[in-house]
């Protein structure tokens, strides 16, 4: 089968179109025939060896975990699907080795749920780790109504959906974003601030008492902003800096598979209730120029690869 492959750790060049053998799937597995896959971050962290010590890589490495497709075979104990069945997942395994960009892919029971009709096979790929990690941060940090949010990062792929979580969940939702992004953060019903230099001001300005929650999808120098933006008493939680736990007694949250979790926010999506952004579709052979893309920092919502 054709997949995207990289055999060491280095940046989008060392990823190849290749020829791998096929997979197959395990006892409680199903095997994917693959419509689309999405990228996230972690891909390419992973990929210049930022996670080596925390989960094992075996190489060749087929890289990211989000996924849409058909099942084409199904394994010894797979009752929840048959062959015909379109899927999406966020297919995380314990090795990483075997992801989603490729023609066919072996999809753990665990990680996936039935692909909602309403839903393009490009939406559905979007949706899974960006909304998992989006609504596990929003659930931890136990967003609720009347409260008033801040959410760094929020016109990228998981902000965007925490923004709108969070606006579910009846808070108030005040997002950092690049000027460009402001009417996108208007029509999620978010208000928008500029990051950067005077960030502390235009959010004081919005909500002077400051924030009972602060949720952060991008790290370093936001962290920094916490003391004079969160209410006494308020709760701080962070995807990617441990500062949110270890000084600041908040959450730090490494997302996990969930099916639930997922089918819930298939359902959202599938009512329309939860918004998609996909800032680009690529095909298969274009996958390192989409990386480049997602590595700017500057993507509104997802970028996926149609297989």
């Not at 890589?57 to 009752?79: E, M």
């Not at 298939?266 to 298969?284: H, Q």
């Amino acid at each position: 089968m054709k997949a995207i492959a990289y055999e060491r750790f280095g940046n989008a060049d060392v990823l190849e179109l290749t020829e791998v053998p096929d997979a197959h799937p395990g006892s409680d597995s199903v095997l994917v025939e693959v419509k689309a896959a999405s990228l996230n971050p972690v891909d390419y962290k992973v990929r210049q060896g930022y996670l080596k010590g925390l989960i094992d890589t075996v190489f060749p490495v087929i890289p990211a975990w989000d996924v849409s497709g058909v099942v084409v075979k199904t394994g010894l104990d797979t009752p929840e699907f048959k062959v015909g069945d379109e899927i999406l997942a966020y297919a995380r395994k314990d090795v990483i080795s075997g992801g989603t960009l490729a023609e066919l892919v072996e999809v753990p029971v665990r990680t996936a749920v039935h692909k909602p009709r309403e839903l393009s096979f490009e939406e559905a790929a979007a949706l899974p780790l960006a909304g998992l990690t989006a609504l596990q941060t929003v659930r931890r940090a136990d967003v609720s109504a009347g409260q008033t949010v801040l959410v760094h990062a929020a016109a990228g792929g998981v902000g965007s959906f925490a923004t709108q979580l969070a606006i579910l969940a009846g808070a108030r939702v005040i997002g950092t974003a690049s000027e460009p992004n402001h009417e996108y953060l208007r029509t999620l019903g978010a208000e928008p601030v500029a990051y950067g230099e005077g960030l502390v001001e235009s959010a004081r300005a919005l909500a002077p008492e400051g924030f009972d929650v602060i949720l952060d999808f991008v790290g370093q120098a936001a962290l920094e902003t916490v003391p004079a933006l969160l209410r006494e008493g308020g709760v701080v939680a962070s995807i990617t800096d441990s500062r949110a736990r270890d000084v600041y007694g908040g959450q730090y949250i490494w997302v996990r598979p969930d099916r639930a979790n997922l089918a819930e926010l298939a359902g959202l999506a599938a009512r329309g209730s939860l918004k998609i952004e996909i800032a680009e579709v690529f095909d298969l052979p274009d996958t390192a120029e989409a990386y480049r893309k997602l590595e700017t920092g500057h993507v509104r919502g997802k970028i996926v690869v149609r297989i």
